[in-house]
């Protein structure tokens, strides 16, 4: 008998999202606790046992977001529809709902209202059989478009799938996007919420829409401009809609939105986001490139978040076409015919922000006199070189320019370089709002002629940038540190005193291990050879090796700490990823890797201890009165345990050392006399290397500061 394949179901990531935990510690739940839900043959999990068992167990205290729940569903229609697919049907089911509750206003004519039939009505159709439903979609969604020509194309190619998915699971999507809106979450939030999420999962539809960090320093540098907002390629109409909202989400109900996009799967999208949000937006669908210039509207605020470097943007017409009144863009790339697009939209006072490639600001040839001609003429006001990987859909850095309209007389263009702010991540960089301040204030700085951010930040004369090819490269024009050359001369004075020291402290501590030899004739000779059991308590770590951060969790020890030079900063790790017995380490432990850099070793000092053994990892603890824990660290430092672990070390991506074959190593275990100078020693021995690492930064130090003094000397006696 096959599944019920209506249900709400969720994957192991999904219920870590709901419960605010990490995947490991769901696998943990579902080890420990013999009632935890059972999957599918898919490998999901009932999302209302889910949401019961994490009820009944503490692990959650309200009910799973509605948000969330839709896109499970939403998600399962991925074995019937592709991701467009998907994302065209979304958007039918919540105009529908959104026409069934409600009279929006229809963008086009905002005088009329959209509305729907009883008999089309979801109080009505949810009750069909399944055999019919799909087909009584689409004919409801025909005659609803018909009866409202502002749903134009909005509801039809949607539900053009509802024969397509599962029956059961499309009522369930469309009872769940119903119940999911209530007094805090209106139908445009879950619209924004669940297309968020459909971009999770195709990274591709980035190029119709703006990362909302981007589009918020877009609209920040635009200053607080009302009137009329133009978005010449406004996509799926997101950085459109952020121009519409104040910084704390108000919305601007003064501005008149225009938008043009090309794509009509794209505007299709953004016509839904501004019909549920209750805007008035006035979108067309069309190639900004081919409307006429008389025709274009004269903007308070031009916003462009083009295709990027976008090759054989238009015919020999548009490229010839005599708008281009800096020089003709070239056909390899439109950024440079967004840039002089967007000038031409401005109205008398206004701003444009446009995002290109980072190739558009410092290209040659036809580029460069573009950009040169738009220095003359004064519309650029600033440049700000951006970080590569701002989209998921590229990893190209970019650069936003600040447009005005023509102004002869300006002598300054402001570049800024942000490209070191903001915070990388696995996939995509990002900024925070400090960092869009940040670049936001430099900007009104310098529009007030006040002093400007300097670290990142500098004004630099037109005519200057024109003798450098008109290049907008931010770090190409950073002010020159000032070098003081008394404070470099005292420094290297300061250096070569130390320098002595330093090397005779190093030189006493080889002398005085030159001669030691040790009793039982070293770590070659010494007997009896013993097996590692025998003398220590080996036991493996149980946390989790990738667990889930949290701020008052337990400090982690693991293969990372084990490899680390010096000590890192405490890995605070959430209680549920350690596992059920965890060990806890102790100052003198020996901690062994046993997997990745396999066989090496760290002495636990008191910095560690407390800290939680990752399973990736062994502990030997000595047991014996005959063994102290530092030798047995020597020893897994030496050749000899090298050897033992490349002998029972398997695999060449990710080596791994056996649990059990460390256990059945073999260690010497020398007259405590021994290892007691031996530890003596090889303190000393570790004191001169740091000795030795002193002087030759010293040196290293030297040696920049003399020719930092060799050229200020040679400049000054220019």
Same mark, same amino acid.
């Given at each position: ?7 709400v ?11 605010g ?8 739940w ?6 935890f839900?059972v999957?599918?043959?898919r ?7 889910i949401?019961?068992?994490?009820f ?6 309200r ?11 939403a998600?399962?229609l991925r ?6 697919e998907?994302?065209?049907m979304?958007v039918?089911?919540l105009?529908y709902?959104?026409v ?7 963008q ?15 109080d009505?159709?949810r ?5 019919e ?14 009866e409202?020509?502002?749903?134009d ?6 539900f ?26 209106s139908?445009?939030d879950?619209?924004?919420?669940v297309?968020?999420?459909?971009h999770?999962?195709?990274r ?10 981007v ?9 607080d ?8 390629a406004?996509?799926?109409g997101?950085?459109?809609m952020?121009?519409a909202?104040?910084?704390d ?8 939105l225009i ?10 999208i953004?016509?839904?986001r501004?019909l549920l949000?209750?805007l ?6 069309? %190639?900004?490139? /081919? &409307? ?7 903007a308070?605020?031009?916003l +462009? @978040?083009?295709p990027? $470097? ?24 439109a950024?440079l015919?967004?840039?002089?697009l967007?000038t ?10 446009v995002l290109t490639t980072?190739?558009?600001a410092?290209?040659?040839?036809s ?7 738009m220095?003359?003429?004064?519309v650029?006001q ?8 701002l ?7 970019l650069?936003?320019?600040?447009l005005r309209?023509?102004?002869p007389?300006?002598t300054?263009?402001?570049?800024v ?9 696995r ?7 400090? %960092?869009i301040? /940040? &670049?936001a204030?430099a ?8 002093? +400007? @951010?300097?670290?990142? $930040? ?28 008394g404070?470099?001369?005292e420094?290297?004075?300061e ?8 090397a ?11 001669d ?10 010494a007997?009896?050879n ?7 308590e080996i ?10 951060d949290?701020?008052?969790g337990?400090p982690?020890f ?11 900063q ?9 596992g ?6 102790q100052?003198?432990?020996v901690?062994?890797a ?9 002495l636990?000092?008191a ?20 063994l ?9 430092q ?12 398997a ?13 059945s190593?073999?260690i ?6 021994d290892q007691?100078k031996a530890e003596?020693?090889?303190?000393e021995?570790?004191?001169a290397?740091?000795?030795v690492d ?10 920049e500061?003399r020719?930092?003094l060799?050229?200020?000397?040679v400049?000054g006696?220019?």
């Amino acid at each position: 008998m096959s599944e019920v394949r209506g249900r709400v179901t969720v994957s192991t990531q999904q219920i870590a999202e709901i419960a605010g935990v990490g995947r490991s510690a769901v696998g943990n739940w579902r080890k420990r606790h013999s009632n935890f839900p059972v999957p599918d043959s898919r490998g999901g999990f009932d999302l209302r046992q889910i949401e019961r068992w994490l009820f009944e167990n503490g692990k959650i205290d309200r009910p799973v977001p509605a948000g969330l729940r839709a896109w499970s569903l939403a998600d399962g229609l991925r074995n019937f529809l592709d991701p467009d697919e998907i994302t065209q049907m979304l958007v039918a089911v919540l105009i529908y709902l959104e026409v069934c509750d409600a009279t929006p206003r229809c963008q086009e004519a905002p005088t009329a209202t959209a509305g729907v039939g009883p008999s089309d009505s979801w109080d009505q159709l949810r009750q069909l059989p399944s055999a019919e439903l799909g087909a009584r979609l689409r004919s409801a969604a025909a005659r609803i478009e018909s009866e409202n020509p502002c749903l134009d194309d909005l509801l039809i190619p949607g539900f053009a799938y509802a024969s397509t998915a599962n029956a059961e699971l499309l009522r369930s999507l469309i009872d769940s996007l119903e119940a999911a809106t209530d007094e805090t979450t209106s139908r445009s939030d879950l619209f924004e919420e669940v297309f968020s999420r459909a971009h999770g999962i195709d990274r591709f539809r980035g190029e119709h829409s703006t990362p909302s960090d981007v589009a918020r320093l877009m609209v920040q540098l635009a200053g607080d401009r009302g009137g009329t907002v133009c978005d010449l390629a406004c996509g799926e109409g997101g950085l459109l809609m952020s121009a519409a909202l104040h910084r704390d989400g108000d919305v601007s109900q003064d501005a008149r939105l225009i938008g043009f996009e090309i794509s009509d799967t794209a505007l299709r999208i953004a016509r839904a986001r501004f019909l549920l949000s209750g805007l008035r937006a006035e979108l067309r669908l069309a %190639d900004a490139f /081919r &409307v006429p210039p008389d025709e274009l509207p004269r903007a308070d605020l031009v916003l +462009v @978040d083009p295709p990027l $470097a976008q090759k054989h943007w238009a015919d020999a017409d548009v490229y010839m076409d005599d708008r281009w009144t800096f020089g003709a863009p070239s056909p390899r790339s439109a950024d440079l015919a967004w840039v002089q697009l967007a000038t031409q939209c401005l109205a008398e006072n206004g701003r444009g922000v446009v995002l290109t490639t980072t190739g558009a600001a410092a290209g040659s040839g036809s580029d460069a006199r573009v950009r040169q001609a738009m220095l003359e003429a004064g519309v650029v006001q600033a440049v700000v070189g951006l970080p590569s990987r701002l989209r998921a859909n590229t990893s190209i850095p970019l650069a936003l320019w600040v447009l005005r309209p023509p102004s002869p007389n300006v002598t300054s263009v402001l570049l800024v370089d942000a490209s070191t702010l903001g915070t990388t991540g696995r996939s995509q960089h990002s900024f925070d709002q400090s %960092d869009i301040d /940040r &670049v936001a204030a430099a900007l009104q700085a310098h529009e007030r002629a006040q002093p +400007v @951010d300097s670290e990142i $930040a500098w004004p630099v004369d037109v005519t200057e940038v024109i003798e450098n090819g008109a290049i907008f490269d931010p770090k190409r024009y950073r002010p020159a540190v000032e070098v003081n050359v008394g404070e470099l001369r005292e420094r290297a004075e300061e250096i070569r005193t130390c320098l002595p020291t330093s090397a005779d402290a190093a030189a006493d501590a080889v002398s005085r291990s030159r001669d030691w030899v040790p009793q039982g004739g070293g770590l070659w000779q010494a007997e009896p050879n013993r097996v590692l059991e025998s003398v220590a308590e080996i036991l493996r770590g149980t946390a989790s090796p990738r667990p889930r951060d949290s701020e008052n969790g337990v400090p982690l020890f693991g293969t990372a700490e084990v490899s680390a030079g010096d000590p890192l900063q405490a890995r605070l790790v959430d209680p549920d990823d350690l596992g059920v017995h965890p060990v806890h380490l102790q100052a003198g432990d020996v901690v062994v890797a046993l997997a990745g850099v396999a066989g090496q070793s760290k002495l636990v000092t008191a910095y560690h201890a407390g800290a939680v053994l990752g399973r990736e990892c062994a502990v030997v603890r000595p047991t014996s009165p005959e063994l102290t824990s530092v030798w047995t660290y020597i020893w897994t430092q030496s050749t000899p345990f090298r050897e033992q672990v490349l002998r029972h070390t398997a695999g060449t991506t990710l080596p791994r050392l056996g649990f059990g074959a460390l256990q059945s190593f073999k260690i010497p275990v020398p007259p405590m006399e021994d290892q007691r100078k031996a530890e003596e020693l090889l303190r000393e021995l570790d004191d001169a290397i740091v000795r030795v690492d002193e002087v030759h930064s010293q040196l290293n130090e030297l040696r920049e500061l003399r020719l930092d003094l060799f050229v200020a000397d040679v400049r000054g006696g220019s």
